[in-house]
């Protein structure tokens, strides 16, 4: 049932697209048109032909934050940071309330390894959205990397509040009840991390931080 549900859903995805290119050829300057033809081949994961649409929104139009965030998050999957960051800093810029924005530089900076800024972002993304499960995950995590450990206990257990099945919020509290000495809830967070078919083999367990 799933593969043909999918099937169907690319189907319609092909007929939009071709429905948008249909309409570019009249209006080629049509940032919106471009931004829509963005979003499907998004949707479609055609991540190369996505950004180059978000591109060409953008030239007709560079006020259209939206393009920037959309565009910046598929640099995020593609591994280019510094392109990512570039992005969500121009959406904000525009419009300092884009919680995805946000978000998306909290992952950035997450990934580089700047953890205050990760933290800094992530808290703007869920004070903006307070429902917004990528910041809350990436803020916990931040918090655990730069060794807030009290604080990454907190953000798990917040997003935990929204998702009770969210295995990473598992995973990051039971590393961070480790460290604080709480041992049977970090053994049970992690038991249930594994349930929820987080990835932990026997490299990633020997990782985790030593029990005293």
Aim: net charge neutral; with cysteine.
């Amino acid at each position: 049932m799933a593969k043909k549900a999918d099937t169907e859903r690319n189907g319609k995805l092909g007929l939009h697209i071709k429905f948008l290119k249909q309409r570019l050829f009249f209006e080629p300057l049509s940032a919106t048109l471009h931004y829509n033809l963005g979003l499907a081949y998004s949707q479609r994961g055609q991540v190369d032909e996505a950004i180059s649409e978000f591109k060409q929104a953008l030239e007709c139009d560079p006020n259209l934050a939206q393009a920037h965030v959309n565009m910046g998050g598929l640099l995020f999957r593609k591994g280019e940071l510094d392109q990512c960051i570039e992005a969500n800093l121009k959406a904000i810029a525009l419009d300092p309330n884009l919680s995805m924005a946000h978000s998306n530089l909290g992952l950035a900076y997450l990934a580089r390894g700047n953890f205050e800024e990760a933290i800094e972002y992530s808290k703007k993304a869920v004070r903006i959205m307070p429902n917004l499960i990528p910041a809350h995950n990436c803020l916990a995590l931040a918090y655990l990397q730069a060794g807030q450990t009290e604080a990454s206990i907190e953000a798990s257990l917040k997003l935990l509040g929204l998702n009770e099945n969210h295995p990473s919020a598992h995973y990051n509290l039971s590393i961070a009840l480790r460290m604080t000495g709480k041992l049977k809830e970090a053994e049970e967070h992690l038991e249930r991390a594994k349930a929820l078919g987080y990835p932990i083999d026997g490299a990633t367990e020997r990782d985790l931080p030593a029990t005293p």
